[in-house]
């Protein structure tokens, strides 16, 4: 299975500003995922990142405020822009796609904001 | 849309079996999954249904029923550390995509 790891771990920020999440795969992939987990909750997906073309963002979530680069089949990016305390969440990268093949989850990124 | 119903909290004695459920709504079914999330870690998988029946993998088996909307994960010999989170999340296959959609999570409780 691919080995999924995010870069940062955590991080604390504050009001008006914005964190961009790495997420890398020791494998090539043709989609990637990011999903939002708010404290207490599931995870709820934002958006799907293909490589070469924009990013599709699921119901409630935009790409202003959650833009997104692909920029080659290891790679992604996700930018939580002009952060509030409701951005406080745990940010999950993920990869897998079709027929049986598993989807796994990244390490996750932390991220509070004050 | 997707509607995927989980228990919210279950509590069960280490040694027995317990069963968690989950339900679901989808248009473009493409598989079912059951992660297994520690407090502050991210999901692991456990085990992935896109056929009709049961899959077994050691302690934790793993049933679908497509027309019924329907499965469950079956954790035997239950031991403290299988305490976590279980989450149900299915695959919709719309557009090309393959998005996971998760339930709210069932939270397991083991007591000695």
């Not at chain 2, 249904?49 to 993998?57: I, T």
């Amino acid at each position: 299975s691919a080995v999924i790891s995010q870069k940062p771990s955590r991080d604390i920020c504050q009001r008006g500003t914005s964190l961009t999440i790495q997420c890398q795969v020791d494998s090539q992939v043709t989609m990637m995922f990011w999903y939002r987990q708010q404290p207490g909750q599931s995870l709820t997906l934002i958006a799907t990142a293909n490589q070469g073309s924009e990013a599709t963002y699921e119901s409630g979530f935009v790409i202003d405020k959650f833009p997104i680069s692909r920029p080659n089949l290891t790679f992604s990016t996700l930018t939580v822009s002009n952060m509030s305390p409701e951005d406080s969440s745990i940010y999950l990268c993920s990869v897998g796609g079709t027929g049986g093949e598993t989807s796994h989850f990244g390490p996750g990124t932390r991220l509070t904001v004050t | 849309g997707q509607n995927i119903d989980q228990p919210t909290e279950m509590t069960a004695t280490e040694g027995a079996i317990v069963q968690i459920n989950c339900t679901y709504q989808t248009s473009g079914f493409n598989g079912l999954f059951w992660y297994q999330q520690h407090a502050g870690e991210a999901p692991t998988f456990l085990s992935y249904n896109v056929l009709d029946g049961l899959e077994e993998k050691g302690r934790f088996s793993s049933f679908l029923s497509r027309s019924k909307g329907y499965s469950y994960l079956l954790l035997k010999e239950l031991q403290m550390k299988d305490s976590a989170s279980y989450l149900c999340a299915v695959r919709d296959r719309r557009a090309g995509a393959n998005n996971l959609f998760f339930g709210t999570g069932t939270r397991l409780t083991v007591i000695p």
